[in-house]
């Protein structure tokens, strides 16, 4: 049997090979491949993670041998002794499948210990620098490895500084440092226990052991959660000869996207910093120069690293992340990845690609999640509206926010899920603050630049985000922030611009968005692709009229009670409930019908060429009638107090009725059809409505074959109720043909939404013309979750405990109701093989649920007119997954 | 092509052409064939019916030539000549295919006129006799086929009787006679527009047209609805030569049981009246005599009528329901069918009949409907009794109870306990008020139907109840109730019959139910008989008990929370669920341990041997809590009054805990499984309780092997729940077992009772050793229909206007809620084959729903002990119906 190979030298591998060597591993790999300037190094692949952490946490004996293998000939290939004369330093870096930024730990320096530092600065003939990396290293393993905490290292660093009275680490002595050292070693021992480790070796096999390890971190474990990323994946660890960027100053280091990732402006977008090692870029400390001063300060550094940003960008065919060292003026090469990008920077970039020739339309296509577009669909500050500026920090990710300042993560997920708006406000972000993020509306820190912890994990999400906002000082102690010298409590409510990176007072106002070119060119080319038909969800004309400039294909969902619900109405709509009679109550639905006439005409108008799905009255009764806890307090003080006798008798009316009419379970009470076979006067009255509206537009000079009226029952579980309710309306239709001397066509269908419905689907489609699945009833009933309750109850519990897989009133439970879903199809099709069958739910928004509905061959999804965007791409995506 | 034949002489039919010739006309056949004494006849089938019923509602040529034919052999079978000299009279009957009692039409004396009546006269020397029967000809034929009002004629009759003071028909003289037609011709003229028709043709096919039509008659199409009896069944129409029990005094009428229908004694029963005809037995005018008498005063015609019922008997091998006729001592059959009986004549007689060698033991099972059991199964108002009747309800829960009325549960419970018999009366009950039910003979509500919560725990423990009485208006604040606008104090006497929902004031006599030898013995077939095992719904020891004398081979469904309810135990229940910590949620939990483990042990001790299935806590935890409406109303008082700041300050807490448990829907809330993973600790302790009393009972000498303890999660939907509780029960288990150092034999398996749980039911069975089909609320998902609800709003809409066949809740839906079943069944099976499937919805005692679940193969039911009866009938009607 031959031996399991867990360790790859860059020389054999690729970048197909990610799985195994890791995203980061794999590219260093493809890099070297290719001929760009990458330091030798090797990768210790997931399946070694994954065994470990299968094997009770220890390194084998033959793992170490091979490690020590591939040392061996890095020593070779650099000409350099792993802990000896000429020393041989190593980065150690964990290098997950799918990139996980800032979950996992990195090592720089290792093989240094008091004897290598000493050759190290003969070898440099830099003493500064050889006790800089010394301190560096000391630092972070004993952080990483030992789990010393950062701050006793940090508090000896910021004393030597006060001392000396300078401002940046690299202004330190040499005797500073040596001094730094000492007190590194003691905290080391002090802390750990133990004393920091001089041999290479065991710096080495401890480095690998804590990459493994932090796998299963806190904040590792909820990343993954959060991007559903599979927990058995693995990390490898890539281990690579050092190069230095704090050598000297033509030495430094940076971090670099090929093209804006905010916006995706084809030009490089970066910064970088000259005499510095990685972490200083992060820290914060010094402030990094952008990469377009590179040209100035080493012209021919930055053409070479022009040139090779260039040649990864045709080569990975996508816009790249990179990080590179500069040491003594050679350029380096660490890392290039595809780059996170903003929404619009994505759709931006997409299309400059097609344009470029680099990819084909479909793979645009590809290039931007669905999901993604929701960022674009947010809405912006009003810039028509002066505002006085607080304060102003780093445009980081854009979109705007209002919120109440909170300064823990927590905290902020607490009031969140209780239902308030928070902005989640540090100093700096880090990967333990993600719960926080996620439940804040946005991100503001006063420290962190572009590509700060904060920026990079904001943009991923979507989240509007200003960083490195310096006008804001917090006082985490005391729970007050200070901004331009005023002193303000947590609590106090401020807004941000991510696109401008400015900071308000108070909640500001906001406008709807505004889309690019490229964004409606992408939206062409994806409907070009799709199959699925693309209808929205709106309840009045002005809904109607964003539908149309959304790209909605028709509508398909107009619910008719949000009609009703207008002041002005509800007072007659509440007549019409509480009449005691059938007389009175069709007088107060005589009442009502000019008013729903008048709505459904601006639907039809605005859709006119276009099909309009309307939904007859919905929601039990007692939903329009005043809150029966209400009425009984007011009713006992009235009482108490020897109120008017008048409104006492008025208050006990009304009382009855609502008792009456109140429900245990509304949810599964008198409602939908239900309500149109006990009241067909109700029902009645709408399809007069609509009939007559349809009449004054083609009066009105629209002709009659535009005007697609598709007349939709809820809540139907039996056949009989469909058999019924379509009589009804043939009938009524019939009634206002005969007065008017004149036909339309229509058609009456049905929504889907009780599991019965699904399983009879074969009797109801006898009746019915079309069906609508309404999912989230369907998921209501299916599952037993009230909507209502369980979002708030149990819900949440079981999101975070991984007992359901996502919230499925978001997502479609294609397991459990997508069962159903299909079944209605299936069965709906045999009875009547032309029947139209569509989504209504709001799962017709969401790309994994319309990926499911293009699967199962319905013929359009309807969502609400801000998610047709992400739902003509989804159906794209659809397509282009099932053929791939 | 043969003419369609539309008629039939009695003598080419028998007892197989009942869907041809109708019930009657096929027995009159019948009896014809085999002998016995049978006016010559024909029958027009029920072809001719629906042919006239769809072909515009006349009599076509071709029926009517071929009625005349058939009349023609009648006049020579007879000797007689219609319209003649020697007239030959005739009756028209009709006759349905399933036996309508009351509902159809029937003319005497047909064929009689002004001519024919004198012809009659002088043929029988008895011109009363004539003038009597044309009488009673033109009143009958006035009534049922010229539609005249039978008062018009009733008050001429009377005014007659009373000029002459006599007191029947029969005493009056031929003058009187004579008027009196004089007074009906011309009422029928007034009445209907027309002249009596004297034409006996026209007479026939205007009878004809009559009772075909009648099949269409409100109270016709209202007892098919009732009785399920489809539509286009038709009724024939029976055409008989007249014999006159009304010509002299050894003439006569009478109808008789060949056993007692009441309580299935064999002997004749039944009645007659010498010199009268059939209508007069029914008129109550005069008071018939008890067949016995017969044999005094006719009894060569007794012996002969006795001989003729033991040999109907012998040859339809049932009870008979006899009609027969004495005209001048020689007696004549004028129908025979099965004979309606009661519960215990049914089972008397199908026992009797085996043992009398007439039928097989199946035969008998199949003689007695499972449903018809119920009436034995409680005490009962004794029947010799007459009452008159206060109000009326729905009838909810079968049996009688009498007792002083009480508002309050506590009260109820307060004053049984000091050996009141009460009557719990509510607007409506809650789970608050089981402890008040429990104590009460008897519940009576003014709101809520046939399966609201008093109605449904009611019929669980066999409770007599009536709900929904609206005459009854309850002051709960005044402490007084108001029927028929009378008031009454609480404390006034009221009792109730749940099988008719009648109430009455006062105490009234009650006999309890007994079970017959013949009972016990019919039960021991059936359980010969059927393959689906049969348990109880028992959650105390005292129903455990009951369970096993009624049958039960197990129990398949013990609520726990029921054992929270109690008085002395809510207390601790409330303190559970208010506690602020873990800490404290477990002090209160270690309180109700001991509680629950009592319950536990006398419920496996009660059923060693059998197994007993414990369903963990499933109802959310705001049903323990106080209402909140009723908590608000206080609130708002003690605020105004200025009450004590202490208990204003209990209630508001008391209130943000009850709303922050509260739901919209609690039926679709935090309940079930949901609840035990929130809360494992409360699972714990239950697991825990079922085990130590396991244990107590195998240290008291009862063998461990006995023991069958099954544990089931409740609200199952997803394969994740089911894993995770199986892990708690078996972590528990295993603590259990380790602190005694000894194991038992348990099970886990789940209640199936959402439909997501039907879909994935494979999924689920990969951990779940048993699935019980909970129907109620699987059905309440399925179908969305709220069951504390639908019954008081729409569902009786639906049940009156056939919008659903049957209250899905009393008769499994099978094609709905079924469909799902079956799908569980298959899948659970599927992925592990062995699997235990039941069902523990109230439809485990509903026979048509046992059928149903037997076909597809479940292993057992359970339902209340006082259903077990009928679900051991009915599961043993399944399996001779399957093999039929």
């Known amino acids: 049997m031959k031996k399991m190979q867990y360790v790859y030298p860059f020389a054999d591998g690729d970048k197909s090979m990610k799985s195994l060597l890791g995203g980061k591993g794999a590219n260093l790999a ?39 293998e591939n040392l061996k000939s890095l020593e070779e290939k650099t000409g350099r002794t792993f802990g000896g004369a000429k020393p041989l330093l190593i980065s150690v870096r964990s290098g997950a499948v799918v990139s996980m930024p800032g979950m996992m730990d990195t090592v720089l320096n290792l093989g240094l210990n ?68 000492e007190d590194y070693l003691a905290t080391v021992r002090k802390e750990s226990g133990r004393d920091f480790p001089q041999d290479p070796n065991e710096q080495l096999f401890l480095a690998v052991e804590a990459v493994f390890s932090s796998w299963n971190t806190n904040r590792a474990v909820v990343y993954r959660r959060a991007h559903r990323i599979p927990d058995d994946l693995g990390t490898a660890v890539n281990i690579q000869a050092m190069v230095f960027g704090n050598l000297s100053d033509n030495s430094g280091t940076g971090v670099a996207f090929t093209r804006n990732p905010a916006n995706g402006e084809p030009y490089l977008y970066g910064e970088y910093l000259l005499n510095a090692q990685g972490e200083d870029v992060v820290a914060g400390t010094r402030t990094p120069n952008p990469i377009s001063e590179l040209k100035k300060e080493l012209p021919a550094v930055y053409e070479q690293f022009k040139a090779v940003c260039e040649k990864l960008e045709k080569h990975y065919r996508d816009m790249q992340d990179i990080e590179f060292t500069i040491e003594r003026g050679k350029l380096y090469m660490l890392q290039t990845r595809t780059g996170k990008r903003t929404a619009s920077a994505a759709v931006r970039i997409a299309v400059d690609m097609v344009e470029e020739g680099l990819i084909s339309t479909n793979d645009a296509l590809l290039r931007v999640e669905p999901s993604q577009l929701e960022q674009l669909m947010h809405r912006r500050i009003d810039p028509d509206i002066s505002l006085v500026e607080a304060a102003r920090g780093l445009p980081a990710s854009p979109g705007a926010a209002s919120g109440k300042v909170v300064f823990n993560a927590d905290k902020a997920q607490e009031m969140a899920q209780s239902g308030e708006s928070v902005l989640l406000v540090r100093p700096e972000t880090t990967p333990d603050d993600i719960h926080g993020i996620i439940a804040a509306q946005g ?21 509007p985000c200003v960083c490195g906002c310096e006008a804001l000082r917090i006082d985490l102690a005391r729970g007050r922030f200070n901004i331009g010298g005023e002193e303000y409590e947590e609590g106090e409510i401020l807004s941000i611009d991510g696109l401008t990176g400015q900071v308000f ?28 038909k693309i209808r929205a969800n709106a309840d009045n004309p002005d809904d109607a009229i964003l539908a ?37 109550r069709e007088a107060a639905l005589k009442e009502l019908l000019p008013m729903q006439l008048e709505d459904f005409k601006g639907i039809f108008k605005a859709m006119a060429g276009k099909p309009v799905t309307i939904r007859l009255l919905d929601p039990p009764l007692h939903e329009f009638l005043p809150d029966k806890e209400v009425l009984l307090v007011e009713l006992e003080r009235l009482n108490l107090q020897g109120g008017d006798p008048g409104s006492i008798s008025e208050k006990e009316q009304m009382l009855q009725k609502v008792s009456a009419l109140s429900e245990f379970n509304p949810m599964l009470g008198h409602r939908g059809c239900r309500l149109g076979l006990v009241y067909p006067e109700i029902y009645r009255m709408q399809v007069k409505a609509i009939f007559l509206a349809l009449f004054e537009l083609v009066d009105e000079g629209i002709e009659a074959r535009l005007l697609q009226p598709e007349i939709m029952i809820p809540l139907v579980g039996h056949r009989e109720e469909m058999e019924r309710m379509k009589v009804l309306v043939d009938d009524t239709a019939r009634t206002v043909f005969n007065g008017s001397g004149r036909e339309l066509p229509y058609s009456v269908g049905t929504m889907i939404e009780l599991p019965r419905a699904c399983l009879v ?42 007992i359901i897989p996502a919230n499925p009133f978001a997502e479609l439970d294609c397991e459990g109701v997508g069962q159903l879903v299909k079944m209605g199809v299936e069965k709906g099709r045999q009875s009547r093989p032309g029947i139209k069958l569509g989504i209504c739910g709001e ?18 999804v309807s969502c609400s007119p801000y998610r047709l965007p992400i739902a003509r791409l989804a159906a794209a995506h659809a397509v282009l997954r099932k053929n791939e």
């Open 30 to 68: 493809e890099m070297a491949r290719i001929g760009l300037p990458v330091p030798p190094g090797f990768v210790v692949t997931t399946e070694a993670c994954n065994h470990y952490l299968n094997k009770g946490n220890q390194l084998w004996p033959d793992l170490k041998s091979e490690i020590l």
């Open 114 to 181: 008091s004897d290598t530092c000493e050759s190290l600065a003969r070898e440099t003939g830099d003493r500064r620098f050889a006790l800089d990396c010394y301190r560096r290293f000391i630092q972070m393993f004993g952080d990483v490895v030992l789990k010393v905490n950062h701050y006793s290292f940090e508090n000896f660093i910021t004393a030597a500084r006060e001392k000396r009275k300078v401002r940046t680490d690299s202004e330190l002595e040499p005797s500073d440092l040596e001094k730094l050292i």
């Open 443 to 463: 991100v503001l820190t006063s420290r962190g630049g572009m590509t700060s912890h904060a920026a990079v994990v904001a943009r991923g999400m979507g989240k």
């Open 505 to 532: 007072f108070g909640a500001v106002p906001l406008i709807e968005p505004q889309f690019s070119d490229e964004f409606y060119t992408l939206l062409g080319w994806a409907d070009r692709v799709r199959r699925l």
């Open 548 to 584: 149309i400039e959304m790209g909605a294909q028709g509508i398909g969902l107009c619910r008719t009670e949000h009609m009703f619900m207008a002041a002005d109405r509800i007072p007659v709509v509440q007549k019409m409930i509480l009449a005691g009679s059938l007389e009175d």
């Open 761 to 802: 689907a074969d009797q109801l489609a006898k009746s019915a013309e079309f069906f609508s699945f309404g999912t989230n009833d369907l998921t209501q009933t299916t599952l037993g979750y009230s909507r209502d309750d369980s979002e708030g109850k149990f819900l949440p519990f079981y999101l975070q405990q991984k």
């Open 843 to 860: 799962h017709g928004g969401d790309p994994s649920s319309v990926e499911f509905f293009n699967d199962i061959g319905l013929d359009y």
